[in-house]
Nanobody, 128 residues
Framework: QVQLVESGGGLVQPGGSLRLSCAAS????????MAWFRQAPGKEREFVAG????????LYADSVKGRFTISRDNGKDTLYLQMNSLKPEDTAVYYC?????????????????????WGQGTQVTVSS
């Protein structure tokens, strides 16, 4: 099992930027893909972005394409989410997730069921 801790959330004005980080510890030698999900009040948790273990394959929700960038530094066991041009509808708790599903070395997945380790979440609020 991998332990995950998110940081970097906060309050930002529409059009602003934030960078989220997720530090991994524990069984980090296993090839696992990582992803960001988010959950707004009264809504289901939804996929935001994912990246394969080796970092060459990324996947994005249509709602964030062109605005968000996911990346990872395996040497530092850290996942990032650069969020630009933020909108009020991006307001949510953002969760970091890790999964060692079949193919995780090379492919990112968008299904919540493929991820078995989760962080506690970090709040992102976009408001003027």
């Amino acid at each position: 099992q991998v332990q995950l801790v998110e940081s970097g959330g906060g309050l930002v004005q529409p059009g602003g930027s934030l960078r989220l980080s997720c530090a991994a510890s524990g069984r980090t030698f296993s090839p696992y893909a990582m992803a960001w999900f988010r959950q707004a009040p009264g809504k289901e948790r939804e996929f935001v972005a994912g990246v394969s273990w080796i970092g060459t394959h990324t996947l994005y929700a249509d709602s964030v394409k062109g605005r968000f960038t996911i990346s990872r530094d395996n040497g530092k066991d850290t996942l990032y989410l650069q969020m630009n041009s933020l909108k009020p509808e991006d307001t949510a708790v953002y969760y970091c997730a890790a999964g060692d599903y079949s193919g995780s070395t090379y492919y990112a997945h968008g299904s919540i069921y493929d991820y078995t380790s989760w962080g506690q979440g970090t709040q992102v609020t976009v408001s003027s």
